[in-house]
């Protein structure tokens, strides 16, 4: 416990730089299913927030939260899992 109230602060600039932000655009990012990493269509919200769906009939999972990752990040990862890579 001492190690989380301690006061020593690690030097996160010195170690990965400084941090930037950049908007990206669609056609980079993808957003995948949070629990089988299976890609993910949203549903447009009016009144209230937009949901997610998983694609994966198997997996049947809906919220309003979904992962957004790099389309070439996925692509890797599915050829780790030895999955079939998406258009």
Same mark, same amino acid.
Request: aromatic share 14%; charged share 25%.
């Given at each position: 416990? +001492?190690?989380i109230t301690a006061n020593d602060e690690e030097p996160? @600039?010195? %170690?990965?730089?400084e941090p930037s932000v950049r908007r990206r655009s669609i056609r980079e990012t993808?957003?995948?299913c949070p629990k089988c990493f +299976?890609? +993910?269509k949203m549903t447009p919200g009016f009144f %209230?927030? +937009?949901s997610y769906s998983c694609e994966n009939p198997e997996?049947?999972?809906t919220g309003t939260l979904a992962i957004e990752v790099? /389309? @070439?990040d996925y692509k890797e990862f599915l050829e780790k899992q030895? /999955?079939?890579p998406m258009k």
């Open positions: 416990m +001492s190690y996160f @600039e010195e %170690i990965f730089g993808l957003t995948v +299976s890609p +993910s %209230i927030a +937009s997996c049947n999972w790099d /389309r @070439e030895g /999955r079939k």
